[in-house]
């Protein structure tokens, strides 16, 4: 079976994208990823690239057609114009590619540690699958942020699923800001919705699928027989989610686990080969023009403003999670780590 999935990313992605797509290619069954390119740099680099997996969309022929979406983007931050164009890719791939029948959406920012075939094979017969946020008890995210994330997204080409993307599509182009307003936030908020106005929406279960920061503390991680486990399960891909790339050798990202050998697991299995692997992509892509998201200070004072603000935010998280889970918190920043 071949499986089709979509993500959309601007040069400030690219090695998160990258990564993707190679996790993909080590784990996944045959597949296709195709790209929507944010800026003519990400075009230009994936496709001279050329891997043959990957099928780059330029953001021009994208936008060529869809008059809607070009005057929204005229109202919007970049940030808000992105995620309106969630809906927009997968019924731009349903309408280039006639042959295909099943899309699914992955932020740029997943990465694979295993096969997604359990994710379809639950799925099986549904029109849509989205899979919950799955944030601690008590936990007030999910009021705003929405039950479910984009990050993953399936839909099937029949009534249901092209109905769901048509809804979602129009809701976006009609407000999509990066706010929480009128019980709505960006293009998330509208998830909720789909069990209630479709039909044959799957709400996928597995515990490997969409770790994450805000759920990570949720489970307790192994690692035996070269695989991860989450709370016995295998993992299927995590979603570095907030990661904060200083340079392209230095990162901030907040770890947090239940228990003491759940954070080595995540630090030595999880996000330590993920940041090697966005290392050595940087390292191919010497005198590409991409760009990261940068750190820039403007005197001292802001340097040491922006140390104190993470430390103490550390300490207050710590003390939030440690009522939601006995006391029992353990938590990492990485820095340098090549």
Not at 218 to 230: D, G, H
Not at 299 to 327: I, M, P, W
Request: charged content about 20%.
């Amino acid at each position: 079976m071949m499986y089709h999935f979509c993500t959309y990313f601007d040069k400030n992605y690219l090695l998160r994208g990258l990564a993707l797509y190679h996790s993909l290619k080590e784990h996944s069954p045959p597949f296709t990823l195709s790209v929507l390119c944010m800026d003519n740099d990400t075009y230009d680099t994936l496709t001279r690239l050329n891997m043959p997996e990957l099928r780059p969309i330029s953001i021009d022929d994208f936008e060529r057609e869809d008059h809607e979406l070009l005057i929204a983007k005229e109202n919007r931050s970049r940030i808000e114009y992105y995620f309106t164009c969630s809906p927009c890719l997968p019924l731009y791939i349903f309408k280039t590619q006639p042959n295909t029948d099943l899309v699914t959406y992955l932020d740029a920012d997943l990465f694979f540690f295993d096969s997604p075939a359990p994710l379809f094979e639950e799925m099986g017969n549904s029109s849509i699958a989205i899979i919950p946020h799955r944030f601690p008890p008590n936990s007030r995210n999910a009021e705003t942020a929405g039950s479910y994330n984009v990050g993953y997204l399936s839909f099937r080409r029949d009534t249901n699923g092209m109905a769901c993307l048509k809804w979602w599509k129009a809701k976006c182009i009609e407000w999509c800001c990066d706010k929480v307003e009128d019980n709505r936030f960006a293009d998330q908020k509208y998830l909720d919705s789909f069990p209630y106005l479709f039909s044959e929406v799957g709400i996928l279960q597995h515990k490997g699928a969409n770790v994450a920061p805000w759920n990570m503390i949720n489970y307790r991680m192994s690692y035996s027989r070269r695989k991860i486990f989450v709370d016995g399960v295998p993992l299927l891909f995590v979603h570095f989610h907030g990661l904060l790339a200083v340079r392209t050798w230095f990162y901030f990202f907040l770890c947090i686990a239940r228990d003491f050998r759940s954070l080595l697991v995540i630090r030595r299995k999880i996000v330590i080969p993920y940041l090697l692997m966005l290392h050595r992509i940087a390292g191919q892509l010497t005198g590409t023009p991409i760009s990261i998201n940068r750190i820039r200070y403007e005197s001292n004072t802001d340097r040491y403003s922006l140390l104190y603000r993470l430390f103490h935010n550390r300490q207050v998280l710590a003390k939030k999670l440690e009522c939601l889970c006995n006391g029992a918190c353990y938590f990492s920043i990485f820095g340098r780590f090549v």
